[in-house]
């Protein structure tokens, strides 16, 4: 399903066939203070799409305004347009509620909720609808599926969420976001906090989500992105003459083989040969 | 090799200072202990050879072979409960939105704080007096009924309810409600299923602390006509009261001495009734705590 199309626009920017997000001239600020700016580019479909970048380059800032979760913060603004397929993201009848349940998010710590693990599942099409027992049944043990969880919990649904390792935690984080059957899920570095095992694991599962869904993931490890991604974004962080305010800005977006292996940017070499950053 | 010494290096003025420390802090707490018990022992001495079922089931009497505690222990029964049901979910519903929906730089939500701050210190005898002047007279005209003195002490234990739920809402991790967001839950969504329960045994700990000082209470409602001599249960919110610490203040105050054991029993039935209170307080919160860790 990915798009085979590397066309490129006016302004550079590799073009997609039907991409889920298109971003054009996008900028986050925070009250006054403007955490990234100049972001264009498009997210293509049923595909794996990695941001890296130095701390601080707004990558996180981008995934988070690619469903408004920044507007939970206060101050947060976003400029610029932001479309999800052919609806503009931001439109004022456009309802962040809504839009959250298309694209799900997965958070750097796993979050589960204190409760049981079928309930962690159950939560998402609850608030979504009134789905009977009978539904939900289906929709934990094919979402627990999904997430390659079920064989270590179908015997034990109904245990906290909480007494599971940080790696089941984490896939019990993505089969809660494939619950509500999005179609795009974000994940703020996913495996940060998870050893080597876990991350591997759930690095397997994204690769297999792919087939159905559109995948967008910010990671500090080069070899994460290098592994699962089709298209990689490199952000940095621009420092202004005066020296008072970093910014963060889009370098280059390309598909992942040609970012490491010959980038356009030299910056963008400097970092994924890990002489930068 | 080296030589590696584990002695202790602590100097002589340093250990000493520990040890002074240490003493001290041990002598405090047999301190509040034997306050505590030095008080319990007095009553129950005081009054044990009239602890028996009919001191808690009597009616007040001119006869201190008769007289007893029911109405009292009623009447602060449904004075506090009625209080409690009227505070706390209107005290959970304040905390609420001032933590999750309320602007955090709104001006008008720092005057709603500061304000809140405020009136959990204003003295009960000040509510009272609000209490007199505007519910048991004035517009509302309610007399001195349970439904005024009850009204009196959910507006004197309302502020701290908010403070208490607020705290216990803040203490609930913010992922948990990012991770409801995320799955396209709405703001009450988010807080009703998931912030809330995770913050219940909070809101319901400082609660009942809050509503065990109220039962204590007896400053408002002496003057919302709170009476000591009633010999009948209230019946309702327009009926008449009388309250534990009111009746025991009234035995005490009595010049014969027979009474003042009487006293000393009301005393320990009140004791009683707040740790009671308080015991459930701590079961809740250590319930809480022990979930919240698996």
Not at chain 1, 48 to 54: D, H, K, L, M, Y
Not at chain 2, 177 to 191: N, S, Y
Request: charged fraction near 20%; proline fraction near 5%.
């Amino acid at each position: 399903m990915t798009a085979t199309s590397t066309e490129r626009n006016a302004q550079g920017v590799m073009e997609f066939i039907d991409p889920v997000f298109t971003l054009s001239d996008v900028a986050v600020s925070y009250s006054d203070f403007l955490a990234v700016s100049n972001v264009n580019l498009q997210i293509p479909s049923m595909d794996v799409t990695a941001f890296i970048g130095p701390s601080g380059c707004g990558k996180s800032t981008i995934l988070r305004s690619l469903n408004r979760t920044n507007d939970l913060i206060p101050g947060a603004k976003v400029h610029g347009k932001i479309s999800y397929h052919e609806a503009d993201l931001y439109d004022p009848k456009a309802s962040a509620v809504e839009v959250r349940r298309r694209i799900g998010m997965v958070f750097q710590k796993p979050n589960p909720f204190p409760k049981s693990i079928y309930e962690n599942i159950a939560f998402g099409p609850k608030v979504n609808g009134r789905p009977s027992k009978s539904e939900l049944d289906v929709i934990v043990e094919k979402s627990l599926r999904s997430a390659a969880l079920w064989d270590e919990v179908k015997d034990r649904l109904n245990d906290s969420a909480l007494s599971l390792s940080g790696g089941q935690q984490q896939r019990l984080c993505i089969a809660r976001s494939l619950a509500v059957d999005p179609e795009v899920i974000l994940m703020d570095e996913p495996c940060s906090a998870l050893d080597p095992i876990a991350t591997a694991r759930i690095e397997d599962l994204m690769i297999e989500l792919k087939r159905d869904y559109t995948i967008v993931i910010v990671t500090h490890n080069m070899q994460q992105a290098a592994r699962v991604s089709s298209y990689t974004a490199f952000f940095v962080t621009e420092v202004n003459p005066l020296g008072d305010r970093r910014t963060g800005k889009l370098v280059e977006f390309d598909s992942t083989s040609k970012m490491f292996s010959n980038p356009t940017d030299p910056r963008t070499e400097a970092y994924v040969t890990g002489k930068m950053g | 090799m080296s030589q590696v010494s584990l002695e202790s290096k602590l100097s002589t003025k340093r250990r000493v200072i520990d040890g002074v420390f240490r003493v001290f802090l041990t002598f405090s707490i047999i301190a509040t202990l034997a306050f505590i018990l030095f008080v319990l022992y007095t009553l129950w001495k005081d009054s044990k050879f009239l602890l028996s079922k009919e001191i808690v089931t009597n009616f007040p009497s001119n006869d201190p072979n008769d007289a007893g505690f029911q109405s009292a222990i009623f009447g602060s029964i449904w004075v506090v409960g009625v209080a409690a049901l009227v505070a706390l979910p209107i005290g959970t519903l304040t905390a609420v939105y001032l933590e999750e929906f309320a602007g955090k730089r709104n001006k008008l939500t720092s005057v709603i704080e500061t304000n809140i701050q405020n009136l959990a210190g204003v003295p009960a005898v000040v509510f009272g007096m609000i209490g007199l002047a505007f519910i048991a007279r004035g517009p509302l005209g309610w007399g001195f009924t349970v439904g005024s003195a009850a009204m009196v002490l959910a507006m004197m234990i309302l502020p701290v309810v908010i403070i208490v739920a607020r705290e216990a809402i803040r203490a609930v991790p913010p992922s948990h409600k990012d991770g409801a967001l995320a799955l396209g839950a709405t703001q009450w969504q988010a807080v009703y299923r998931i912030v809330l329960p995770s913050a219940v045994p909070g809101i319901a700990t400082g609660s009942i602390l809050a509503v065990s000082r109220a039962m204590g209470e007896s400053a408002p409602l002496l003057l919302l006509g709170a009476l000591s001599f009633v010999t009948f249960n209230p019946t309702g919110l327009d009926s008449q009261f009388t309250i534990l610490p009111l009746s025991i203040f009234k035995y005490a105050s009595d010049s014969r001495e027979e009474f003042h054991y009487i006293a000393s029993a009301g005393s320990l039935i009140l004791v009683v009734i707040l740790f009671t209170l308080n015991f459930i307080a701590i079961f809740l919160r250590d319930r809480a705590n022990r979930k919240s860790r698996v």
